[in-house]
């Protein structure tokens, strides 16, 4: 496949200086002054304060993601989490009362009234959602709560062991856990939870801060509970926390049985008494798939991958590796996981992750593409409330993506056994994720009902829910790392209660496949452009629907699901 070497350039700006320096508050302040005397005469002229505004936050978002991706990168150099820190505390949180200013210049506008109510309504719905969860006393928190956050990214980076006489991180130990060899397995899984054990407590104790900084916020106000408080603030509008507890009932009802089963077929084929901890991740047919040597070959096939599926996916992927908006490869130093981080201002996004030469990074990029092709996709709204979508939209592009892009994984695979593998292993995977994805959300759940809790509470709910979504795996003579599994999650530390949405969006991916396999690729795609062009300018229900799918989560639906995993699987072989 013939690329250019066309890379992605900057939008220019409308209303602002290109040589606007915001790293300095005075400047800053200087704009954002402007803009709270503006006049507003008309409803375009409110419109156009709102793109006015917003353009100042894309060039403000920007700066703020670069210093975002640096700290991630180079998560062991304490200077760019310093320099992180001290934007999002000298800059990023004062201009937070201003952006409440310009909520309410927007909302008690006369001319608000005037606008189109089709077009419009949403952007009502978000504003006056931000204007009544606001409060000024919440900004140190704020400020004081991201700056724990990133200390769990530093902390994790630098945990490292020695196997065989090499220094290695947690994560390059990943492939060890696939060795053929039990003893491997086993030997590298609990030299992971011994390293974990040792900084238990110094975890627990960050975590701890953290959950003391989001309750006082919640309080701050008016709520109860800071459950309830995330909940209005993430803008769930479509569903209830109580739906959610139905969608954990869901997968526990329909779920964990299948799940069962697949742990019995690996105890039966791998001729174990019991399936431990270390067996989990081994492969069935003794082979490790490794689909790529060399990172270059990664990204060329990936973009590969994209363009079949549609040419400008692939152009775009390539164009973010002419511009150096990647970078893939685990080294020490770096922090853990993938993103895709929106480049507001560019109109494009960077790609971090941890390739360690598994089939699990083709997975993680195509993911991370998904989301990719929606910020490209998004471009051009130039309404700042409409390009923030709720994680349970971003998900389900990303999601998605890995779906659509899976018949063709063969560009790595020149061997249909190993395609095969690849596939079967990643519908299985979409429901094995699932009970994991529960324990997430219904822990953090119990753990801001009960916030007066101690640590060896918490640690005995989190393993009450284990036992709840039990897969039949056997923990004796290892139990007391159990309780350590969620000290792996950064999502708990980082972004609370951004978890249940990749279960939301997991249904949804298979949903789409489902309709790519029932109607064509043609109409399924269409359908998720469709759904990729909105941003957020409808709510998360009629979003799902524009990609041609429901919003649910029922014990119904949820079945629908798990069985057409089961006819899929059934193909496959």
């Known amino acids: 496949m013939n690329f250019t070497d066309k890379k992605i350039a900057k939008k220019p700006r409308q209303y602002f200086a290109e040589d606007l320096d915001v790293t300095k ?45 640096n700290m991630t990168r180079f998560a062991d150099d304490d200077e ?37 109510e089709k077009k419009y309504a949403h952007l009502n719905k978000i504003i006056a959602n931000d ?26 980076s630098k945990l490292t062991v020695t196997y065989k006489g090499e220094e290695k991180t947690l994560s390059q130990l990943g492939p060890f856990l696939k060795d ?16 974990m054990m040792e900084k238990r407590e110094e975890f627990n104790k960050l975590y701890d801060e953290m959950k003391e900084l989001r309750i006082q916020q919640a309080k701050n106000a008016g ?57 989990t991740s081994v492969d069935l047919d003794g082979k490790i798939l490794k689909p790529f040597k060399k990172i270059d070959e990664f990204i060329d096939k990936a973009i590969d991958i994209l363009h079949t599926i549609k040419p400008e996916f692939g152009e775009k992927l390539n164009m973010m590796k002419n511009t150096e908006f990647l970078d893939l490869e685990n080294r020490k130093g770096k922090a853990p996981g993938g993103y895709n981080y ?15 030469g598994l089939h699990r990074d083709i997975v993680t990029l195509l993911h991370e593409s998904g989301h990719a092709m929606h910020t490209f996709a998004m471009k051009d709204i130039k309404l700042d409330p409409y390009k923030g979508t709720p994680s349970e939209v971003a998900e389900l592009a990303s999601m998605t993506m890995e779906f659509l892009s899976m018949d063709h994984w063969g560009k790595y695979y020149s061997n249909t056994a190993d395609l095969k593998k690849a596939k079967r292993d990643q519908l299985k995977g979409a429901l094995s994720f699932l009970p994991w994805c529960m324990i997430v959300d219904a822990f953090q759940h119990w753990i801001y009902l009960n916030p007066q809790h101690t640590m060896e509470e918490r640690e005995a709910y989190f393993l009450s829910l284990l036992k709840r979504y039990d897969t039949g795996i ?20 980082e972004v609370p209660f951004y978890y249940i949405e990749y279960g939301m969006s997991q249904l949804g991916a298979l949903s789409v496949y489902r309709n790519y396999k029932k109607f064509g690729k043609e109409k399924a795609l269409k359908k998720y452009e469709d759904f990729l062009k909105l941003g957020y300018t409808v709510p998360v229900n009629e979003l799902y629907e524009a990609a041609g799918i429901k919003f649910d989560f029922s014990a119904k639906y949820v079945k629908e699901l798990v069985d057409f995993v089961k006819e899929e699987l059934a193909a496959i072989k």
């Not at 409440?100 to 606008?115: G, I, Q, T, V």
């Not at 053929?180 to 390293?195: F, S, T």
């Not at 201002?345 to 941890?354: D, K, L, Q, V």
């Open 80 to 116: 760019y989490s310093k320099k992180f820190n001290e934007f999002y505390a000298g800059i990023i949180a004062k201009t937070k009362p201003y952006d409440f200013k310009f909520n309410k210049k927007f909302y008690d506008s006369p001319f608000r009234k005037e606008l189109d």
């Open 25 to 69: 508050w005075g400047n800053v302040e200087i704009e954002m002054k402007k803009l709270a005397e503006e006049k507003i005469s008309s409803p375009k002229d409110l419109i156009d304060f709102m793109e006015k505004s917003g353009e100042l936050s894309d060039i403000l978002s920007e700066e703020m993601a670069w210093r975002y991706i």
């Open 474 to 493: 056997d923990w004796t003579d290892v139990e007391q790392f159990q309780k350590l599994l969620w000290l792996f999650q950064l999502h708990i530390f």
């Open 342 to 356: 929106p480049l507001q201002e560019t109109g494009a996004p960077f790609i971090f992750m941890n390739a360690v």
């Open 131 to 156: 204007i009544e969860l606001y409060r000024e006393e919440n900004i140190p928190l704020q400020v004081e709560e991201q700056e724990l956050a990133n200390k769990y990214g530093s902390l994790f």
């Open 223 to 279: 709520f109860n509970n800071y459950r309830d408080y995330m909940h209005q603030a993430k803008g769930r509008f479509s569903y209830s926390p109580q739906d959610l507890m139905k969608f954990h009932d869901a997968v526990e009802k329909e779920v964990i049985p299948f799940l069962k089963e697949f742990t019995k077929e690996r105890k039966d084929i791998l001729k174990l008494d019991s399936v431990k901890p270390w067996d």
């Open 180 to 195: 053929q060899d039990r003893e491997v397995c086993r030997e590298v899984w609990n030299l992971r939870m011994d390293k």
